[in-house]
């Protein structure tokens, strides 16, 4: 069996959807939260699902728009975070975990999102 090829990205969206998961179930059936657990279960998979999406993308611009829709679950999955500590449904020490996890995606995200952009410039203009 070869080897598999590291993605940095794909490897911590996939298991940032494992926590989403199962802070989703800690939720529902510790805090019996139904509305946020959800929201935040849909944002916090999806992050991982679009980037997955975006190996197969048709072009470099779809590629991209991939990860903008996986960053804008990221942003959204922080809002939840913090509505959770807010609501008194999580911990201080819960929030800052999930959302170091979360900072970490968002700094990798934009990194390849504007590195991509500038190899589509130079496509463009090459």
Do not use: C
């Not at 940032?16 to 510790?30: E, F, G």
């Not at 657990?37 to 980037?51: C, K, M």
């Not at 993308?57 to 990221?74: C, G, P, T, Y």
């Not at 975990?97 to 700094?107: F, G, K, P, Q, V």
């Amino acid at each position: 069996m070869l080897p598999r090829k590291e993605n940095i990205i794909q490897d911590k969206t996939s298991a940032y959807a494992i926590r989403i998961i199962r802070l989703y179930q800690y939720l529902t059936n510790v805090k019996h939260e139904q509305t946020i657990s959800r929201q935040i279960l849909r944002s916090g998979t999806s992050i991982g699902a679009n980037t997955a999406e975006s190996r197969n993308a048709q072009s470099r611009a779809d590629f991209v728009n991939k990860l903008n829709i996986a960053l804008k679950e990221a942003d959204e999955t922080a809002f939840w975070l913090k509505t959770l500590y807010g609501g008194n449904y999580i911990t201080e020490r819960q929030l800052q975990s999930m959302l170091a996890d979360n900072t970490e995606i968002i700094r990798i995200l934009v990194k390849i999102i504007k590195t991509s952009k500038e190899r589509m410039s130079l496509d463009n203009n090459g």
